[in-house]
């Protein structure tokens, strides 16, 4: 995919970045897409990564918050969670 708003010094438009995530049944999960001009953020492709995890495991939501507050009051509910159904 080309992105017309964003050009390079010749005035080609630059590609769109893409992230793909594939899970073990091979079925997307999760699909990035942004202009060029967007840097990568490791850390948000971790905690989807993370989250992608956590939600095939436990069947919950995660959060879009600060990654380790996220996973620490997910983790919290999952272990109330667990408690109470055991």
């Given at each position: 995919m080309l992105?017309?708003?964003n050009l390079d010094l010749e005035n080609l438009p630059?590609?769109?970045r893409a992230v793909f995530i594939i899970g073990p049944?091979?079925?997307?999960?999760?699909?990035l897409n942004y202009p060029a001009s967007v840097g990568?953020?490791?850390d948000e492709i971790?905690?989807?990564?993370d989250a992608l995890q956590?939600?095939?495991k436990h069947s919950v939501v995660s959060s879009?918050?600060?990654a380790s507050l996220s996973l620490l009051l997910l983790k919290l509910w999952v272990n109330c969670f667990l408690?109470?159904?055991?």
């Amino acid at each position: 995919m080309l992105d017309p708003n964003n050009l390079d010094l010749e005035n080609l438009p630059l590609t769109i970045r893409a992230v793909f995530i594939i899970g073990p049944d091979k079925k997307l999960k999760l699909s990035l897409n942004y202009p060029a001009s967007v840097g990568r953020n490791m850390d948000e492709i971790v905690r989807c990564v993370d989250a992608l995890q956590l939600s095939a495991k436990h069947s919950v939501v995660s959060s879009c918050m600060d990654a380790s507050l996220s996973l620490l009051l997910l983790k919290l509910w999952v272990n109330c969670f667990l408690s109470v159904t055991n």
